[in-house]
């Protein structure tokens, strides 16, 4: 019951305080930007040469990209780019699940009525709901741009969005529970947004450089979240599925410490 | 019954030891005062027994539960030091929160916010944000989250400290309404409140236990201590040292006389007639020392 109050109170967080409105309506409008200039003109220049020629220069290969896999243009974008830019949001929506009211005593208050356990799972589901509402309301704005420019390529979108939902349901969990290691190391948002950046690109160095002198290690490919970013793009239908215990092996790990450092952690 | 109970309770902060080696038993019932100069173990002490910190050795319990443990929530609460509620949201919002975690439902975690706030007089104050309130009200609005669901203890870190008179008396006032079904413990600086509330002390020094008992037995020690507004000090000296059993006379700060007595002598009767005698007046007498005098003096 604690953990669905606090989860609870997660989304109150965001919807009941201003600065969780300034958090929506930036995202919203930098994403009916990206509606409006990105997936909206999807179906005409995705053929075009320019296009395949940015997206060779992105991913290698056009060919290998997401655009042979997926039948319909827009969720073809909305694949390749919601695979980058929502891990991005999350890294910075789903920042202070701890940090701020730790540093501000509220916990303090919380741990008298329940275990830190409780605090710590019930916030990380909270958050993790919230990213699952972003991918809910982002795919469905592409679904009614098919629905109001093109109708006839809708039952086409409708089949492959379930796809599209389900692997980056996948990918945000092991970038939330990023966070919520990440948050219970610090003291604010900020900092906590600014660790999982900075950790993770010298985590992406280190690892390199361990693979190049001591290496190989194939387990060390996928110890990153979202190391699995640039295979997964290249996936189509649900043969995606195949790299979904790299995200859940992430998770369990980073909830495991993250949950090892609240136990451990003064107040 | 046993309300507290800590064996070799220890914090060590690096090589400083805030906490050395407590043992302490305390039983429920009239309010415990928590007493020590600054940096003495008195926050750590509190924090030690919330579970917000951990001990670095020892252990404590509370009401026979090991302190953490999820059978304490609700029944231990805490108005602890330099914590705060989210200044975005309404108080009310914010304690209706807390309430649910202990177990009430929408409706009747509503009622008891509303009945808490009522009894820290701030009824008006849980449509506000507490960046909206006065200090001493965001102190109120703290000691009302303690209060919700009726703990069987209440820890109360510094409850009175930068807070304005009336407020402190609001504080007081209600920490006594409330002592019937509660067992309060007080940090304090506030020695004089402490004494008005209290009938058990602990005294902690440099992180060790120095003195735990009842402030009353304790106290009635063969001194008297007497409060005069405007006397003049010498002739008074003079004469009370006149009286038959009185050892020593000496003045202390705000105008009181710690006037000690020869064993088996009872001074009262004849330092009054005294007092009558030279159309002295007095504000207040009391048996034995302040517990100022008795830690300090």
Known sequence: ?267 | MNIITTSGLSKNYGAVKALDSIDLSLESGEPIALIGPNGSGKTTFFSLLCGFIHPSAGSATILGHKVGSNALAGKLAALPQDAHLDPRFSVKRQLQLLARLQGFGGRAASQEVDRVLDIVLLSDAGVKKPGELSHGMRKRVSIAQSLIGNPELILLDEPTAGIDPPNVKIIRDLIRSQSAKTTFMISSHNLDELEKLCSTVVYLSEGKLIESGLIETSSEDGYLTLRLPSVPEDEFVRECSKLTGVLRVQRQAQGDYLIQQTEGHAVDQALLAMLAKNGWRYRHLIKGRSLEERLYG
């Open chain 1, 1 to 267: 019951m604690s953990v669905i109050n606090i989860a609870l109170n997660e989304w109150a967080r965001l919807f009941l305080s201003g600065r969780g409105w300034a958090a929506i309506i930036t995202f919203s409008l930098i994403w009916l930007i990206f509606l409006n200039y990105a997936i909206a003109p999807a179906a005409s220049y995705v053929s075009s040469a320019d296009f395949s020629f940015i997206v060779q220069l992105l991913f290698g290969s056009f060919e290998q990209t997401a655009f042979t896999n997926w039948k319909s243009a827009e969720i073809a974008l909305y694949w390749i780019f919601s695979l980058y830019l929502l891990p991005f949001f999350t890294m910075i929506s789903a920042a202070d699940q701890i940090a701020s009211d730790r540093a501000r005593g509220t916990m303090r208050f919380l741990v008298l009525r329940t275990s830190r356990t409780n605090i710590f799972i019930g916030r990380f589901v909270g958050q993790y709901l919230i990213q699952l509402l972003i991918i809910l309301v982002t795919i469905a704005t592409v679904l009614g741009l098919v629905a109001y420019k093109s109708p006839e390529k809708l039952p086409v979108a409708l089949s492959e969005a379930p796809v599209v939902i389900v692997n980056l349901a996948l990918v945000l969990l092991s970038y939330v529970a990023l966070m919520a290691l990440v948050s219970v190391l610090v003291k604010s948002a900020r900092q906590a947004t600014m660790l999982a950046i900075v950790g993770w690109i010298l985590s992406w160095f280190l690892i390199g450089y361990v693979q190049n002198n001591f290496g190989p290690f194939p387990v060390l490919d996928w110890v990153l979240p979202g190391s699995q970013l640039s295979t997964l793009v290249r996936l189509g239908s649900w043969d995606t599925l195949s790299l979904a215990p790299i995200p859940i092996a992430q998770t369990v790990i980073l909830l495991g410490l993250g949950w090892f450092a609240i136990r451990r952690c003064d107040l």
